[in-house]
């Protein structure tokens, strides 16, 4: 295996979803029934926050949205097919 700026990026994709669910991602992928289920519906995303986190308001919800698309797709099993880091700041800074 390569160390190179995608394994970066996944890290900060665990590191993401991590804050976001209190959950490594893998826990949410063999939970689900589905199998790779790491898609966004607003009302699931919202159900499976880490409780300990304040709950959004809904002003905050399509940012924690947005978020949550960046961390998945920084957690996509093909590194090619993941952004670089300048990518997930710039959406995540817009």
């Given at each position: 295996?390569?160390?190179?700026?995608?394994?970066?990026?996944y890290s900060f994709g665990v590191l993401a979803w991590e804050?976001?669910?209190g959950k490594h991602p893998s826990d949410f992928?063999?939970?689900?029934?589905t199998g790779v289920a790491l898609t966004l519906d607003h009302l699931t995303l919202m159900d499976n926050l880490d409780e300990r986190l304040p709950p959004p308001t809904?002003?905050?919800?399509?940012?924690?949205?947005?978020?949550?698309k960046i961390?998945?797709?920084?957690?996509?099993?093909?590194p090619q097919?993941?952004?670089?880091?300048?990518?997930?700041?710039?959406?995540?800074?817009?």
């Open positions: 295996m390569e160390v190179n700026e995608k394994c970066d990026v804050i976001l669910l992928i063999s939970s689900s029934s809904k002003r905050l919800v399509k940012e924690v949205t947005s978020i949550a961390t998945i797709a920084c957690l996509a099993e093909s097919s993941r952004p670089t880091m300048k990518e997930v700041v710039n959406e995540l800074v817009v």
